[in-house]
């Protein structure tokens, strides 16, 4: 079930917003939090793992300006598995000055990321979003409508291993109309779900429930 929140304050507009709009949105929001980080910040962990706050922006980019031949190649260099690292490798050189200027004339998704309508912007764009700010401890209120938007989208994408990880579950947010599945119930925060589906180690602490313990094992914590 999905609908309207709860909690939360919607942007104007919100209910006309398409995935690639708010795709873009979510960018902005980003680049302007990137903005005000320190050299020491872009250096911090993230629940992404392996990648510091850069390399996450890096991935983020990394596949903007590539056509199809191009991205083809990048997934013979990375074997399919580590096509992500390929492309935060191709960029470890850039300063954060150079990753954030082209984050910034890369606002509205375009390439990969602009597939199924912005939808694959969208989710790598809030996910993504949240582990740079879970790493900095500098957490936001995703807009609600968006949250959901995301939600529903993640929960069947098998390339970040959604579908195995909640299955047999019944999720449910408590801070906005939204709940997915059957069986035993993990119950928390939108954000909190979203980034326990996504696989990220630590969150399932914010999550309460029956069907706790299984989706913590599930994600190795």
């Not at 019944?170 to 326990?196: H, I, N, Q, Y």
Request: charged residues 25%; contains cysteine; proline residues 7%.
């Amino acid at each position: 079930m999905t609908g309207n929140a709860r909690a939360g304050r919607a942007e104007p507009g919100a209910d006309l917003m398409s995935d690639m709009d708010m795709a873009e949105a979510e960018r902005r929001e980003l680049a302007a939090l990137l903005a005000t980080l320190t050299p020491q910040q872009w250096e911090m962990p993230t629940p992404c793992a392996r990648w510091r706050v850069r390399d996450v922006v890096a991935h983020m980019i990394s596949y903007e300006d590539l056509g199809p031949v191009a991205l083809a190649a990048r997934f013979v260099r990375g074997r399919v598995l580590w096509t992500n690292q390929v492309g935060v490798d191709e960029l470890a050189s850039r300063t954060p000055e150079q990753l954030l200027e082209m984050l910034t004339t890369h606002l509205r998704p375009s390439g990969l990321t602009a597939g199924f309508g912005g939808m694959i912007g969208l989710v790598d764009g809030t996910i993504h979003h949240q582990d740079i700010r879970r790493g900095l401890g500098l957490p936001r209120q995703i807009p609600p409508h968006r949250l959901v938007r995301v939600l529903t989208a993640v929960r069947t994408n098998p390339r970040l291993g959604v579908p195995w990880r909640i299955r047999g579950l019944r999720l449910e947010a408590t801070d906005l109309e939204w709940s997915s599945g059957k069986g035993p119930l993990v119950s928390g925060p939108g954000e909190a779900l979203l980034m326990a589906m996504a696989g990220r180690r630590g969150i399932t602490a914010e999550l309460t429930g029956p069907g706790r313990a299984r989706l913590a094992g599930r994600i190795g914590e």
